[in-house]
């Protein structure tokens, strides 16, 4: 019922908005102007295309369907500007098989790279600032695998903008296109539905390798945040991602109020383009969810239950995301993953602007992050 890692990858390198206004990241090879025109995505590694001569993968062309109206350009992707895509073999993976899937490393991507995440106050003083400055130089590094597409009819040949975006930034941008609805209907490839934790799975695994590719750090993981241990935002502080400043800003002693909010060009950040936190300041959602509301969900026997949306009763997956209410005397309007975003009350309350927030990383994995 969620996505496969192989065809999420392929969804992961456009996610569009709607039929009159789109923003996608693209392979950097595949934004030259011979790849859109012969409508070929299949870069080259090693020598040859998907690294074919390696014995890692080979150039596919995918399958052929009609788009569905309205056009929404996230389905059947990539057919709306490839025609054919690399197809990677065994556990090599990537846009041009030079990866490796997750959990695996190494050259032939043979060697198992196992990972037991640690919840983020445990870490070592050593583990916490290598895990910092490795965010930082991701927020401060262009990447130089992607770009970032912008257009405001792509039904017009030629009518879209390539810019370059860091890697911390790709990230934000992922988020936001899986959250916008498909065209003519109010569902998304990320949330309200039975992908939600497959697809913040993959996206995590995603970032992480793409962090591991910058650094060299191959070490690198999301730590996870166990808010049941704490009434309070205990890593709403310098140590960890910033205390709270003057109106809501970052504190100016953290290097995360430099922090800025990526989504300049669609317009819906804040005023001032700076990261926003207020925890527990909205009356509506001053509390964090506890180790009751987390017992009560993995209490849930059933995955998913029709219709496998907001409304779904019973559903382990409807009430770890919080639509589904505890019944308690906090008299809650939303729970589990959906108030963990209200309570920090901010940047990281509004879908669009969430991943801007680093604490997103630790705050939305606690229910997903165990190993891998």
Same mark, same amino acid.
């Given at each position: 019922?969620?996505?496969?890692?192989?065809?999420?990858?392929?969804?992961? #390198?456009?996610?569009?908005? &709607?039929?009159?206004?789109?923003?996608?990241?693209?392979?950097?090879?595949?934004?030259?102007?011979?790849?859109?025109?012969?409508?070929?995505?299949?870069?080259?590694?090693?020598?040859?295309?998907?690294?074919?001569?390696?014995?890692?993968?080979?150039?596919?062309?995918?399958?052929?369907? =009609?788009?569905?109206?309205?056009?929404d350009y996230r389905v059947n992707w990539p057919r709306a500007f490839y025609d054919s895509v690399c197809t990677c073999w065994g556990n090599y993976d990537g846009f041009d098989c030079s990866q490796c899937l997750p959990g695996w490393r190494g050259p032939m991507c043979m060697q198992r790279h196992h990972v037991e995440r640690k919840e !983020? /106050?445990? #870490?070592?003083?050593?583990?916490?600032?290598?895990? #910092?400055?490795?965010?930082?130089?991701?927020k401060q590094t262009t990447s130089s695998r992607y770009t970032i597409l912008t257009s405001n009819d792509t039904t017009v040949d030629g009518n879209y903008v390539f810019h370059n975006t860091s890697v911390y930034d790709l990230y934000v941008w992922m988020h936001y296109y899986s959250a916008k609805s498909y065209a003519g209907s109010e569902k998304n490839?990320?949330?309200?539905?039975?992908?939600? !934790?497959?697809?913040?799975?993959?996206?995590?695994l995603f970032i992480e390798r793409e962090i591991r590719e910058? /650094?060299?750090?191959?070490?690198?993981?999301?730590?996870?945040?166990?808010?049941?241990?704490?009434?309070?935002?205990?890593?709403?502080?310098?140590?960890?991602?910033?205390?709270?400043?003057?109106?809501?800003?970052? =504190?100016?002693?953290?290097?995360? &109020?430099?922090?800025?909010? &990526?989504? =300049?060009?669609?317009?819906?950040?804040?005023?001032?383009?700076?990261?926003?936190?207020?925890?527990?300041? =909205?009356p509506l959602y001053k509390t964090l969810p506890t180790a009751g509301d987390v017992e009560d969900t993995m209490a849930m026997p059933l995955f998913d239950t029709p219709p496998f949306d907001k409304t779904s009763k019973n559903s382990f997956r409807n009430k770890l995301e919080g639509f589904e209410i505890p019944v308690d005397s906090r008299r809650l309007n939303n729970s589990m993953h959906n108030l963990v975003h209200r309570y920090l009350n901010g940047t990281m309350s509004l879908v669009p602007t969430a991943a801007n927030d680093p604490i997103f990383m630790g705050g939305s994995s606690f229910s997903d992050n165990t190993y891998i």
């Open positions: 019922m969620g996505l496969s890692y192989q065809v999420w990858c392929l969804m992961v #390198l456009s996610y569009m908005m &709607s039929l009159k206004g789109a923003e996608a990241q693209f392979p950097h090879a595949c934004t030259k102007p011979e790849a859109l025109q012969t409508r070929v995505c299949c870069p080259l590694w090693n020598g040859s295309p998907c690294g074919f001569n390696s014995g890692r993968g080979v150039c596919a062309p995918h399958p052929a369907k =009609d788009l569905p109206k309205p056009v !983020i /106050t445990d #870490l070592t003083d050593s583990e916490r600032d290598t895990f #910092l400055s490795n965010l930082h130089q991701a490839a990320a949330h309200r539905g039975p992908a939600f !934790i497959f697809w913040h799975r993959v996206f995590l910058l /650094t060299g750090n191959q070490g690198f993981y999301i730590p996870y945040w166990d808010w049941t241990r704490t009434k309070d935002c205990n890593i709403c502080t310098n140590k960890y991602f910033g205390g709270v400043g003057k109106d809501g800003r970052i =504190d100016s002693a953290s290097p995360f &109020s430099k922090w800025k909010e &990526s989504l =300049d060009i669609i317009c819906i950040q804040s005023a001032s383009g700076h990261l926003i936190r207020n925890p527990g300041k =909205d």
